[in-house]
């Protein structure tokens, strides 16, 4: 909640409980009279002006907030208002103000109106995921800056995959270049699962263009066909159209050319693309030729593969060795601890192999916070028995957030001696990332900040 991202001190005096039972009855527009000599009960300017919030006690207009069948009447009172919103203001008392007793405001929900209000009459920002959005649109047309800018914090932290997306095209809607930046770093760095979410149906055509067109986009080509279907079924939808394969194509129009179809994996078009029924029998033999020709035919689609993003590696240790009694691996867990201080997406880790000639490891990896799990993968490995690192990755990229500690663990099955890191840093500047780390309790095979295993971070940031 909004309380835990803006703390805020409580007033020492006792009528604080007082001020917030008025908050309270006044969220809901009961309109208690207060007691006589009320003023008399609250010290302060702001806690005598919080009684006034919502209520009809000297109110001077009203507000008809939301849309036909989903109107609030709402009480306000011209001089508070005016002296927290220049548009209230110029309304009220500027050269073209109109003495109107009933204001009506169809487009803001009453909740986000509501939440201004109570930033304005308060000095209170209480914010909820469900109506963040709508609170953001009533600052912006308001101009309640500070509030505004509450909102996009707001947005900012609680954003992941699931919700880049819709947060994308709002931002763009309100011109917010900073959260626009934030949600291009998830879809970017966490493609697969943005372009799976709901969320991604619910987005409009010029949102669904841009994203389609990103050369940074990291996801395999016919994840981003099967979720430009998938919008299009809901498009359909929406328009009212029959749920038929041309409707589809019709709504996505010029955009499913942006779609990199000639860069898919020969598999994946054959038995995903080409048999979708989207595709004309021209275009899809052209596509086939893309494949095996010599002389390939000029096609509509892009055939450039996207570039994608390229991960960076975090090296804690200053050198690494083997010795005959160790490093051993028999079921037990290898684990260490690290904080940064930027949002980072972990793809994956660095792991040491076989320091007596080539070898195959089985590799759970882990990623945790708190105790509770992230990500996990188990998978395999092949190490050449030099001293290189080998990648182990994740099914997905997990978002890790600034300035909290995760566990990184790893439990591994094969060629019992290995290398094994020395002279480790507890900070380690990576780029423009900083990242920290402590030894984990989870550790039982010995690794640590001084030595062992998980050398390496590779992330997206």
């Known amino acids: 909640m909004a309380a835990d991202i803006f703390p805020r001190k409580k007033p020492a005096n006792s009528s604080s409980s007082t001020v917030q039972q008025y908050h309270q009855q006044n969220l809901s527009n009961n309109n208690l009279i207060p007691a006589p000599n009320w003023q008399g009960l609250y010290p302060t300017i702001r806690e005598r002006n919080a009684v006034m919030f919502n209520n009809d006690l000297m109110a001077d207009v009203h507000f008809v907030v939301g849309p036909p069948g989903g109107t609030q009447r709402l009480p306000g009172h011209k001089y508070v208002l005016a002296v927290g919103s220049s548009v ?36 209170e920002i209480d914010l909820a995921a469900d109506t963040v959005l709508a609170t953001l649109y009533a600052a912006k047309k308001y101009i309640v800056p500070h509030l505004a800018r509450a909102c996009v914090n707001f947005l900012e932290t609680s954003l992941s995959a699931k919700n880049a997306c819709v947060l994308l095209s709002q931002s763009c809607l309100f011109e917010e270049p900073d959260l626009t930046q934030r949600c291009w770093e998830v879809i970017d760095a966490q493609a697969e699962l943005a372009l799976k979410s709901e969320g991604f149906c619910d987005i409009d055509f010029q949102t669904l263009e841009s994203i389609l067109r990103r050369e940074t986009l990291n996801a395999k080509e016919i994840v981003v066909f099967e979720a430009a279907l998938n919008w299009a079924e809901v498009e359909c939808q929406r328009q009212d159209l029959a749920l038929s394969i041309e409707n589809k ?98 793809a994956g880790f660095g792991l040491y192999g076989s320091s007596c ?68 840093m507890t900070e380690v500047q990576c780029g423009k990332v900083t990242v920290q780390f402590q030894c984990s309790s989870d550790s039982t095979n010995g690794t640590g900040v001084q030595g062992g295993q998980i050398p390496e971070l590779i992330f997206y940031a």
């Open 357 to 424: 000639g080539s070898a195959e490891y089985s590799a759970k990896i882990e990623l945790k916070r708190q105790g509770v799990v992230l990500g996990q993968n188990l998978s395999k490995y092949f190490s050449d028995g030099s001293s290189n690192t080998f990648p182990v990755w994740f099914e997905y990229p997990v978002q890790i957030e600034p300035d909290t500690f995760y566990t990184a663990s790893v439990i591994l099955d094969g060629n019992e001696l290995s290398y094994f890191g020395q002279e480790g």
């Open 88 to 123: 209230f203001h110029a309304m009220f008392y500027g050269e073209l103000a109109e003495d109107k007793d009933e204001i009506r405001i169809p487009d803001v929900e009453p909740a986000a109106f509501l939440a201004m209000l109570k930033y304005i009459y308060c000095d």
């Open 249 to 346: 194509r019709k709504v996505l129009g010029k955009a499913l050319y942006l779609i990199r179809i000639p860069t898919m994996a020969l598999d994946d078009f054959a038995n995903g693309a080409a048999q979708s029924g989207v595709l004309t029998l021209n275009e899809t033999n052209d596509i086939f030729l893309w494949y095996t020709a010599a002389k390939k035919p000029e096609l509509q689609f892009v055939s450039k593969a996207r570039k994608g993003l390229v991960p960076q590696r975090c090296h804690r240790f200053q050198s690494c060795a083997y010795r005959s009694n160790q490093w051993r691996y028999r079921g037990r867990c290898d684990s260490i601890q690290f904080a940064v201080d930027k949002r980072v997406f972990i």
